[in-house]
């Protein structure tokens, strides 16, 4: 059975770091930006709203990998409404603490001198798209949405090289 790794990232209103993922994942406001995929070891793709949601994750039956799988899982259930079984989900932050590295991707990553790293510019693009503007809204720009894409792509090929 195939191994799907996974990454999202979203927007919200909700605060994240204060409120936690649970109240994150099940606010309104919460949405997908872009989730990147691959399984096992062909080529990283990336859904975005308004497309077609891929078949071949929906019915996906074999592991989960994501870093902070937890985050993963709970996009899934409250803001896709996909209802994947808790089994499924393997964290490979959870992997790296167990095996004495930084949980962090980038560090970790660093850590294990893996040659595929973590895309510095991701700081910046998640303050320019995921949180709200001072009036509450999201900013909305193609370009940056591209480097997100991007960003959220590198962030798979680092998670299989670690």
């Known amino acids: ?35 990147s995929y691959a399984f096992d070891d062909e080529d990283v793709q990336t859904w975005v709203p308004g497309q077609p949601f891929p078949a071949s994750v929906k019915n996906h039956k074999g592991q989960i990998r994501a870093h902070n799988a937890a985050f993963e899982r709970l996009i899934f259930w409250y803001v896709l409404q996909i209802n994947f079984a808790l089994e ?19 560090d970790a990553g660093r850590f294990a001198g893996a040659g595929m790293r973590k895309d ?27 480097e997100m894409v991007a960003y959220c792509e590198q962030d798979v090929r680092a998670m299989r090289a670690l």
């Open 1 to 35: 059975m195939s191994t799907l790794w996974i990454d999202f990232e979203t927007r919200s209103r909700c605060d994240l770091p204060a409120y936690g993922a649970y109240n994150y994942a099940q606010d309104a406001s919460t949405d997908v930006l872009c989730m």
């Open 120 to 146: 510095h510019r991701g700081k910046q693009l998640i303050r320019l798209l995921c949180l709200p503007q001072g009036d509450g809204t999201f900013r909305e720009d193609a370009a940056l949405m591209a």
């Open 88 to 106: 499924q989900f393997y964290c490979t932050a959870t992997q790296a603490r167990a095996n004495c590295a930084p949980g962090n991707l980038e």
